[in-house]
């Protein structure tokens, strides 16, 4: 092909999720408009040399709660030091707000502070009385909506009834209905149980959220999409025991994802018994046991997509267990850790990484092809993976402003060194180099999950 380009990658190994290839890209004005064995390196204005790395769409997070220490600002720059060039963030409807004010806040926090692409969800407190607002959500481009069935001590929860409602609504505009899957009420009851017992937080947190009750919470959430005909996304499973229904979802081809994320892949309840407060998440970490299963959730595709649910709380080890907040920051990470434990040993391929972190998702928010993947006429959103980078992961080097990883000292094989989001590069190697204000609010569309994707 003639004409020239902005800039062309040469001689990396390009993953989708399809596949390896030995193949160039070549990139202008925001899109990949060619990839093919050889591009002439004189036709750009800019070549960046991939010899030896893999060269794999943006990683999309989508789970991602930018309301604490890191504002979406923040969390977009850690994301860009993790490969992630586009997120969904939670967009919180608190009770006594109103649904299109807060999307609107929102959408110009991200347009004005975010260095990567971003999509709204939004998180519901009031569903009885923000209901009524959802249509008009649809209309401005969020139409995934979470709840959850957890935290009535919080009063967080939301109750069958109105999941429900929530679910009928989805239905009938091709919605999305995503629910954090514990049960709330008895989860609180056994918490309140050890506590008048005396017993320690961080030494019986997983016991008092325990994985049958994750399990019970997800089926009912499936029960009740499936009277009600709504698609299904059920966050952060941290549950070996409920990769069986996603299983059982699969072979009937009901409109249900399923995510994981990182740290239920990786860590156990040991974790939060060293690192406490540190490690208080909701759900709870669980067993290496878990770890597994839920490992092979991803290989027989039980399990569709990976999120970081990166909440980055302020917190020390040494604070009470209960008043601690849940949260911790999982962006910057996210991908170092699934590639070291999952590629390196053996679990998974490049490809499936590529399609559980970003092509899959971009389809069940109706991103594709534009996001999730490496071909003409996609946004030239890329991220250059080095396999042979050995890192140390600190704190010290990552950008959360919480200042804390439960991954502190862990020795880690492959890493992004390149971050380009629309065909300008924003993280190059420890270096920041984008800037704020060229963020496209992305409008999501997931009417094609009731059509089948997996």
């Not at 540190?278 to 970490?285: E, F, I, N, V, Y």
Request: glycine share 8%.
């Amino acid at each position: 092909m003639s004409g020239t380009l902005d800039t062309v990658i040469k001689n990396g190994l390009v993953v989708n999720a399809d596949g390896i290839s030995r193949v160039d890209v070549g990139i202008r004005q925001e899109k990949i408009v060619e990839v093919a064995p050889e591009i002439d390196a004189s036709r750009a204005s800019k070549v960046i040399d991939a010899t030896g790395k893999y060269v794999m769409p943006g990683i999309i997070d989508p789970h991602s709660h930018p309301v604490y220490v890191d504002d979406i600002g923040d969390m977009s720059i850690s994301a860009a030091f993790g490969g992630v060039t586009s997120q969904i963030h939670f967009a919180y409807v608190k009770p006594g707000m109103e649904v299109i004010p807060v999307l609107e806040q929102f959408r110009s926090d991200g347009e004005t502070k975010s260095v990567g692409d971003f999509a709204l969800h939004l998180g519901l407190f009031d569903v009885e009385n923000q209901i009524k607002d959802l249509e008009k959500a649809f209309k401005y481009g969020a139409t995934s909506f979470k709840v959850f069935m957890t935290y009535a001590k919080l009063k967080w929860m939301t109750d069958d009834y109105w999941l429900t409602a929530v679910m009928d609504v989805a239905a009938k505009n091709k919605g999305l209905v995503m629910v954090h899957a514990e049960n709330g009420l008895a989860t609180d009851y056994i918490e309140d149980k050890l506590i008048r017992e005396g017993r320690s937080g961080a030494e019986t947190f997983t016991q008092m959220r325990p994985d049958l009750l994750e399990a019970e919470a997800t089926n009912r959430a499936i029960a009740l999409s499936r009277v009600m005909g709504s698609a299904l996304y059920v966050v952060h499973n941290s549950a070996g025991v409920c990769v069986e229904l996603f299983e059982r979802a699969n072979r009937e081809g009901w409109p249900i994802v399923g995510e994981t994320c990182p740290q239920y892949l990786t860590l156990t309840d040991e974790t939060t018994k060293k690192k406490k407060a540190l490690a208080k998440m909701g759900p709870p970490l669980r067993t290496k046991n878990d770890n597994e299963m839920l490992w092979d959730g991803i290989v027989s595709g039980a399990l569709n997509t990976i999120g970081s649910d990166s909440a980055a709380k302020a917190k020390t080890i040494d604070d009470d267990f209960f008043d601690a907040p849940y949260g911790t920051p999982q962006v910057e990470t996210m991908l170092r850790m699934v590639y070291n434990n999952g590629v390196n040993t053996g679990k998974i391929t490049v490809p499936r990484l590529v399609q559980i972190m970003s092509t899959n998702i971009a389809k069940v928010f109706g991103l594709y092809p534009q996001k999730g993947v490496i071909q003409k006429g996609s946004d030239a959103d890329i991220v250059i993976f080095d396999p042979a980078k050995r890192e140390i992961l600190s704190a010290a080097d990552q950008h959360s402003n919480v200042g804390y990883t439960l991954y502190e000292g862990t020795e880690i094989l492959g890493a992004p060194i390149l971050t380009m989001v629309r065909g300008v590069v924003v993280v190059d190697g420890k270096e920041l180099v984008g800037k704020p204000g060229r963020a496209k609010f992305l409008q999501t569309d997931t009417s094609n999950v009731y059509k089948g994707l997996f």
